[in-house]
């Protein structure tokens, strides 16, 4: 049987991929816009192709939600555009004769790598992510601590002691027990009110260290619609990264 390389939800177009793993399960993923498929080796024959039509289906099915959704991917590569909620960034990359990569953001929000000539194809991609990224983070900190300033003082009016985006991938944000708030990187790339809901939330931290009725009546008087916001996120968050 011959399976998809692809998926199309929408005008979006995924990339379909096979894994063989020795486990005895399988599973499916969607991640960085691509459906990851991991077949266990013990499936055979007829049960090995259902299972990849109920992962296909699943996949189409949670790939449908998004097709509309009003977000752009970074783009990390040379002439990439990196479009967050207050800039929009323009990487431009170079390959030198060097021993290291170099990385700074100039004039005119443009993001300038560059990157040594024996590095591999792969290690130059990741290396450019990674560089990006890092300018960007720091960049954009100070747009961090103004958004949570104004949603502090106009709903919460509490103390905390620090903020900054961190590389996340298994949550949205963090409040510590230190009062340090942390915001996934990805968010950038989310609708603005996703953003401010997910800092809405790590600050109603501050005063409920937990889930409890009176956390979420916190949250829902700073943003009476923060539902809205959770579904994106449970619909829509997977495809941030």
């Known amino acids: 049987m011959n399976y998809p390389q692809k998926l199309q939800a929408g005008e979006n177009v995924f990339p379909v991929t096979y894994e063989a793993s020795f486990k005895k399960t399988s599973s499916v993923r969607i991640k960085k816009n691509a459906v990851r498929i991991v077949l266990s080796r013990f499936l055979q024959g007829r049960k090995r192709d259902?299972?990849?039509?109920?992962?296909?289906?699943?996949?189409?099915?949670?790939?449908?939600?998004?097709?509309?959704?009003?977000?752009?991917?970074?783009?990390?590569?040379?002439?990439?555009?990196?479009?967050?909620?207050?800039?929009?960034?323009?990487?431009?990359?170079?390959?030198?004769?060097?021993?290291?990569?170099?990385?700074?953001?100039?004039?005119?929000?443009?993001?300038?790598?560059?990157?040594?000539?024996?590095?591999?194809?792969?290690?130059?991609?990741?290396?450019?992510?990674?560089?990006?990224?890092?300018?960007?983070?720091?960049?954009?900190?100070?747009?961090?601590?103004?958004?949570?300033?104004?949603?502090?003082?106009?709903?919460?009016?509490?103390?905390?002691?620090?903020?900054?985006?961190?590389?996340?991938?298994?949550?949205?944000?963090?409040?510590?027990?230190?009062?340090?708030i942390n915001i996934a990187y990805r968010l950038l790339f989310a609708p603005r009110e996703v953003f401010r809901y997910v800092c809405v939330h790590e600050l109603a931290h501050l005063k409920e260290f937990n889930h409890s009725a009176r956390f979420w009546d916190l949250v829902e008087s700073a943003m009476p619609n923060y539902k809205e916001s959770e579904k994106w996120l449970r619909n829509s968050g997977f495809m941030l990264g």
């Open 50 to 180: 259902e299972t990849i039509e109920k992962f296909l289906g699943w996949a189409s099915k949670r790939l449908a939600k998004v097709s509309k959704v009003d977000f752009v991917s970074p783009i990390y590569e040379d002439g990439g555009r990196i479009v967050t909620h207050n800039k929009v960034y323009e990487l431009v990359v170079d390959v030198v004769v060097s021993d290291r990569a170099r990385a700074r953001i100039s004039e005119g929000n443009f993001l300038k790598i560059k990157i040594p000539a024996i590095w591999t194809v792969k290690d130059s991609q990741e290396k450019i992510k990674d560089l990006a990224e890092k300018l960007i983070i720091k960049d954009q900190t100070p747009y961090l601590k103004e958004v949570l300033k104004e949603l502090n003082e106009v709903y919460f009016q509490l103390e905390f002691n620090g903020c900054r985006f961190k590389r996340m991938e298994s949550r949205f944000g963090s409040c510590s027990t230190k009062r340090n």
